[in-house]
């Protein structure tokens, strides 16, 4: 079976543009997390949507927004960029979004903002 | 409030040599508890999880952790290290009592086998 995919794999954007990340989960997963990671740093969590509804939120900026389609996969949107949000995105799919479920993670995108 | 610490930013360990990786926390309820392993430029793997039951779990490439609740602790161990061991080293846990899925993660700890 496939893991949890993610596009792009890169990306460079510049301060004040908008960004859009993708995420596939392992088929038969229906919850997806994303996840925040600066370099030398454990991830940082920014929302779970578990059967498309949003199900947690961490300490982030409205100019974070994520959404879940009936595939159960998901973008990740970023407005207004900041230097400070260069980082490796991170999207984490489970079987169920129930505390025991282990996490399952893509290889991330890693956003550049200049 | 739910906390991870790893006190050690990077483990050196001879190849052959047993390795332990330390990993405190602090949660209001029961804890699950997570470690994960993360190759350069890549996303994280799942190693093992404690939910309840033996307090040594056992999980993936022979990594075992030991969960010790008066010490709030679940420190990662391998009998044997691998070169191939080599790579960043994450605790994690969820708290029973907080309505929040979320992880909490600690900071990491670099784990460093010399042939």
């Known amino acids: 079976d496939a893991g949890v995919t993610q596009s792009p794999t890169h990306l460079i954007k510049t301060r004040g543009q908008h960004v859009t990340l993708r995420c596939s989960p392992i088929s038969g997963h229906k919850s997806v997390s994303w996840y925040q990671q600066v370099l030398g740093q454990g991830p940082q969590f920014i929302f779970q949507y578990y059967e498309k509804e949003e199900r947690g939120r961490g300490n982030f900026p409205d100019r974070f927004s994520a959404r879940q389609f009936p595939n159960y996969s998901s973008e990740l949107n970023v407005n207004a960029l900041l230097l400070g949000d260069s980082a490796l995105y991170l999207c984490?799919?489970?079987?169920?979004?129930?505390?025991?479920?282990?996490?399952?993670f893509g290889n991330g995108t890693r956003l550049t903002v200049t | 409030a739910q906390s991870v610490a790893q006190p050690e930013d990077q483990v050196n360990v001879a190849e052959g040599n047993p390795l332990t990786v330390k990993c405190t926390y602090s949660?209001?309820?029961?804890?699950?508890l997570f470690w994960y392993v993360q190759y350069p430029n890549r996303g994280l793997q799942f190693l093992l999880k404690y939910i309840t039951g033996d307090n040594l779990v056992k999980g993936s490439y022979g990594f075992e952790a030991e969960f010790n609740k008066s010490q709030t602790s679940f420190h990662l161990k391998k009998p044997s290290a691998l070169v191939s061991d080599s790579a960043l080293y994450f605790c994690?846990?969820?708290?029973?009592?907080?309505?929040?899925?979320?992880?909490?993660w600690g900071a990491g700890t670099k784990l460093i086998i010399k042939p």
């Open positions: 994690a846990v969820r708290d029973d009592g907080y309505s929040n899925y979320q992880l909490i």
């Open positions: 984490a799919s489970s079987l169920s979004q129930g505390r025991g479920s282990p996490l399952h």
């Open positions: 949660v209001s309820g029961n804890p699950y």
